[in-house]
């Protein structure tokens, strides 16, 4: 293996690693985005769903907003918002089902 060859290649893991954590570091924000986002949902759904309200997440003022318990040290708003109503939309409807099943 001519020298230059091995250089490459003994840099390669350095710049994958710090890749990864990179991702690593992305799709945590983007986990506790969505888990705020499900925990809040699961909360208004149920909520609706006492107060015999009907099915609708996107009508919830903290979907709306998309934006709860935000941190810039999260990056992008944009990103977080996406995230954060993913997760609300599927809390939502679980809180909502689980709350009219008792009825």
Do not use: I, K
Not at 13 to 42: H, I, K, L
Not at 59 to 67: I, K, S
Not at 83 to 97: C, H
């Amino acid at each position: 293996m001519s020298l230059l060859a091995l250089g490459v290649w003994t840099s390669m893991p350095a710049c994958a690693s710090t890749g990864y954590r990179q991702d690593r570091a992305e799709r945590r924000v983007e986990r506790r985005a969505y888990d705020n986002g499900f925990r809040d949902g699961v909360r208004a759904g149920r909520d609706d769903a006492r107060h015999r309200e009907r099915f609708d997440p996107v009508g919830a003022r903290r979907y709306r907003q998309g934006d709860h318990d935000y941190d810039r040290r999260y990056g992008s708003r944009d990103d977080y918002r996406r995230e954060y109503r993913a997760g609300f939309e599927q809390g939502y409807s679980q809180g909502y089902r689980q709350y009219r099943g008792r009825d």
